[in-house]
């Protein structure tokens, strides 16, 4: 059914208390069940007991976390227990992608996978990384991630083939921006986006990393640990 009701906030994300046609689960005086809606969560999913309007307190979820060392410097994976949501670079700025509270985890079978084969990618073994992804951003921007999925190892695509791919023809700047804020870095090659002309164009780790990784890639050799 339908939902609606009242906006609350929880760990500084809003959240919504709403009545919904999930009977059964901690209903409501009503008959009606009281749940969450927000960010990456949606009714009716996951649903808590109270009354309609009362303001709402959700914390934001503990993310996995490890930290492996690499040829473009250290890198931080996350995942949660759907899959890998995430690799930072060692200085990446806190705003571009934003998680949550993270927990040191090197027991995490995904974070473990996960660094196996990015270690195996910088030695030139492995071309194509076989991971559960928990993508997380717009319908936009997964979009966009998607497409870079795409993109065979060791080639190219500029900003304008990514807009076109999926559909979107004029909104080249709009697939840059997208593509600035894409989390999974490596893993959901960012960096295999050029300009048109072919030359590097902003890079989130760097224009020295984004050189490395294309020359590792075409060259199809090891890179040493930095």
Excluded at 37 to 50: F, T
Excluded at 197 to 209: C, I
């Amino acid at each position: 059914g339908s939902c609606g009701g009242e906006r609350g906030w929880g760990g500084g994300v809003p959240v919504r208390a709403i009545r919904c046609s999930c009977a059964g689960r901690n209903p409501g005086p009503s008959g009606t069940s009281i749940g969450l809606s927000g960010p990456g969560l949606l009714c009716p999913q996951e649903h808590v007991a109270g009354l309609r309007g009362r303001v709402l307190y959700r914390r934001p979820m503990t993310l996995a976390s490890t930290t492996i060392d690499s040829p473009v410097g250290a890198l931080t994976l996350v995942a949660s227990d759907a899959g890998l949501v995430a690799v930072l670079w060692e200085d990446d700025d806190l705003l571009r992608v934003r998680l949550g509270p993270l927990a040191p985890d090197d027991d995490h079978p995904v974070l473990i996978e996960a660094a196996r084969q990015l270690r195996g990618y910088f030695a030139g073994a492995v071309t194509a990384f076989d991971l559960p992804l928990d993508m997380r951003g717009t319908d936009f921007q997964k979009s966009v991630w998607a497409a870079l999925l795409t993109i065979p190892y060791g080639e190219t695509r500029s900003y304008g083939a990514i807009a076109r791919a999926i559909g979107r023809p004029g909104a080249s700047r709009a697939v840059g921006a997208a593509n600035g804020r894409n989390p999974l870095s490596i893993v959901t090659p960012c960096h295999r986006v050029v300009g048109t002309s072919g030359h590097l164009t902003g890079f989130s780790g760097g224009l020295k990393a984004k050189a490395l990784l294309l020359a590792l890639e075409r060259q199809a050799g090891e890179l040493p640990l930095r």
